[in-house]
């Protein structure tokens, strides 16, 4: 008897503490509803209304969303006098029904372009006109529901010089802070935003970025942060390279958006084992970013945004067409060691 009894109480702490285990993990509450800032992703519009596990999770989870695609020019301005609201539309009644805050991505880039931008016959002032045509049309359209823009994305080199992009070669070096003002003349509440890539991980670009933009500052143009896009990988850069990035971005004043973050564990697109390490690896710098980020004093914290929700979609494997496993759920919608991590670094902070 006595033995069936410890038997007993055995098999019952047991099974408690799987569940434990199991609910510390499980996706039932919203993992944002830890944090005391907004926690992202992006999405693809055409999984949230195909995918009905993806809609259910995206929901649930994040309360912030950045469209991956239909905010981009190619989507909202096909032709010179054509603006396409239909999608961008529904994805913003989406957020409001469902109390998201809508982060818009991207005014001013170099790709995802409509044909008929590079394809634009004109003088500075004529592509001055059409960039503050684009800029204006769509923000005034978002005006109040777009909480924040990022107004230019991905304007600077590796080297820290400014890319040649169509929009410089066309209206000249100071387009950027063209775009700034018009975008800030459309709607005065939005929070506008420079977006970039491998600003965590290369100093010379990133102090480049943060001296360009506090000339613009010192000169009265709006701009009230930065977004480290954080497509990394668990080999590079180190957490004190990323938390340095986003401590110089603090110092100088401005909002630190982490705005498309995506682990790589495969960097080099290898033929590799799923060994459990690698998803043990990208969870604690994962936790280790998110222990970072919980530093930033609030007012310069203006969210965590991941790039999608399951492994299975990601733009690494549709767009780089790398086998990687590099976000919070895997291919089956449970969530992995990243997910739970995440939770934990949010409670402690
Ligand atoms: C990517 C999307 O994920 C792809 O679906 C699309 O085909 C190409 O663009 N930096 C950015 C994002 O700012 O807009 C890019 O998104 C990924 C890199």
């Not at 180190?238 to 938390?243: D, G, L, N």
């Not at 930033?296 to 203006?302: E, G």
């Not at 992995?336 to 402690?348: D, I, M, Q, R």
Request: hydrophobic residues 35%.
């Amino acid at each position: 008897m006595r033995i069936v009894m410890c038997i007993l109480i055995l098999f019952f702490s047991w099974s408690c503490h799987q569940r434990e285990d199991k609910s510390s993990c499980e996706d039932s509450i919203g993992v944002y509803t830890f944090a005391n800032y907004p926690i992202g992703t992006a999405i693809n519009f055409e999984k949230l209304y195909t995918d009905s596990l993806y809609t259910e999770i995206g929901t649930k989870q994040f309360n912030s969303i950045t469209a991956e695609n239909i905010f981009k020019a190619e989507y909202l301005h096909p032709k010179e006098t054509e603006f396409n609201w239909v999608q961008a539309d529904s994805l913003v009644n989406f957020c409001t029904e469902n109390n998201k805050r809508i982060h818009g991505h991207t005014l001013i880039w170099d790709e995802q372009l409509p044909t008929w931008i590079p394809e634009f016959k004109g003088d500075s002032a004529d592509w001055q006109e059409l960039m503050k045509n684009h800029i204006q049309t769509i923000v005034h359209h978002f005006k109040e529901k777009v909480k924040g823009w990022d107004v230019v994305n991905e304007a600077f080199n590796e080297d820290g010089s400014l890319k040649k992009t169509g929009w410089l070669i066309k209206i000249g070096d100071d387009y950027m802070e063209k775009a700034f003002n018009y975008t800030h003349a459309a709607d005065t509440s939005a929070l506008l935003f420079y977006n970039d890539y491998k600003l965590e991980s290369n100093p010379v670009k990133r102090k480049s970025v943060i001296t360009y933009l506090n000339k613009l500052r010192n000169k009265g143009v709006k701009i009230d942060g930065i977004g480290l896009q954080m497509h990394i990988s668990t080999s590079k850069p180190t957490v004190s390279e990323i938390a340095s990035a986003i401590n110089e971005i603090v110092q100088n004043g401005y909002l630190v958006h982490l705005s498309e973050l995506d682990i790589s564990i495969n960097p080099e697109g290898k033929e590799i084992e799923l060994a459990k390490e690698l998803f043990v690896k990208q969870a604690e710098l994962l936790g280790a970013i998110v222990s970072a980020y919980n530093h930033v004093p609030n007012k310069y914290q203006y969210g965590i945004t991941f790039f999608g929700i399951c492994d299975k979609y990601t733009w690494i494997r549709s767009y780089l067409k790398r086998q990687d496993y590099p976000l919070l759920y895997d291919d089956n919608y449970l969530p992995k060691p990243a997910y739970c991590t995440l939770k934990e670094a949010l409670k402690s902070k």
